[in-house]
């Protein structure tokens, strides 16, 4: 058994070095499925759901059990009880997703990264009525720890991959459930320039609806994308906004012309507006460039 073990390990962490990051859900499913029977199988991060309900004890789960996987550095997993459940999923919504997928039996396990980050879990179910023995749950749980550094590993190359081909940009994937699965340095930085004080690898819950809304989030100092990344997950790219691009199109018109010496009335004959108006666009160029003088100016519009 030890060996056998030891040569799917090999196999996981192969995978997370030569696998497409699409792919590796599906092959870690696989393994599972060599050492366990399962109907279903979901690897994701986040919380599910937002409403907190009663627990109603509709699916059963195998009693907790704890793992000393500390030398990897990762907090212990467990297997869920009906409370530990309970702070992970929505109860009301994983019931009937249960339920939609005629589900009898449950064994969750979670683990959650550092205070203020979201936790990663894996469900597993059956549609029968056999539960999921002790023996079962303590094997998948020393493969636990081992499918979250593979996992770590995958998303790591495929940010790197990411940044190759961008300069001056931070990625990050956002899990299904909109909580940031993995970032990179320049990730980290400018969320921390547009939101200091921000807790690693989180956004605030306003910049996360405006990307899933809109794909696009317009902050103070930084820009914001999403897209479709591999799986279920999205791919969030984050760049630093030039000074000019907090002016409107008038304002950068202005100040352009007002840069290169250019009186008031000149602008304003040039333009077609009045003197005021200029004064206007001017002091309002000053005011988001948070300069004093015109002979800044230059430097920050380039």
């Known amino acids: ?8 390990m090999l196999e996981m962490y192969e995978a997370a070095e030569q696998a497409a ?48 996987s500390f030398h990897l550095g990762l907090p212990p997993p467990v297997v869920c009880n009906a409370v530990r459940l309970q702070q992970l999923f929505d109860p009301g919504r994983l019931l009937g997703y249960a339920q939609g997928q005629s589900v009898r039996q449950l064994l969750l396990l979670g683990s959650r990264e550092a205070p203020g980050q979201s936790p990663h879990w894996l469900l597993l179910g059956r549609q029968g009525r ?42 990050a994937v956002i899990s299904a459930h909109s909580a940031v699965e993995a970032c990179d340095g320049a990730f980290e930085c400018l969320a921390q320039l547009e939101w200091p004080g921000c807790l690693p690898g989180t956004l605030p819950a306003g910049a996360l609806a405006d990307l899933r809304i809109q794909g696009k989030y317009e902050g103070r100092f930084t820009r914001w994308s999403i897209e479709r990344g591999p799986g279920e997950a999205f791919l969030c790219r984050v760049i630093e906004r030039m000074p000019a691009d907090l002016l409107t199109p008038a304002e950068a018109v202005t100040a352009r012309h007002y840069a290169q010496g250019r009186t008031h009335g000149e602008i304003a004959a040039l333009l077609g507006v009045s003197s005021n108006t200029v004064r206007t666009h001017i002091a309002h160029v000053f005011s988001k460039l ?11 519009l380039r």
Do not use: N
């Open 290 to 300: 948070d300069i004093h003088r015109k002979s800044e100016l230059p430097a920050r």
């Open 130 to 171: 056999r539960a999921f023995s002790a023996g079962a749950a303590i094997y998948i749980i020393a493969l636990w720890p081992h499918l979250l550094r593979c996992k770590q590993l995958c998303q790591r190359r495929y940010l790197a991959k990411q940044t190759s081909a961008w300069t001056k940009a931070g990625f």
């Open 1 to 8: 058994m030890l060996q056998y073990f030891s040569t799917m």
């Open 21 to 68: 990051y699409a792919d590796c859900s599906s092959l870690y499913r696989a393994m599972l499925a060599r050492v366990l029977s399962f109907d279903i199988a979901e690897l994701g991060c986040g919380f599910v759901g937002e409403r907190r309900q009663c627990y109603r004890p509709a699916v059963t789960a195998d009693p907790v059990v704890l793992s000393s």
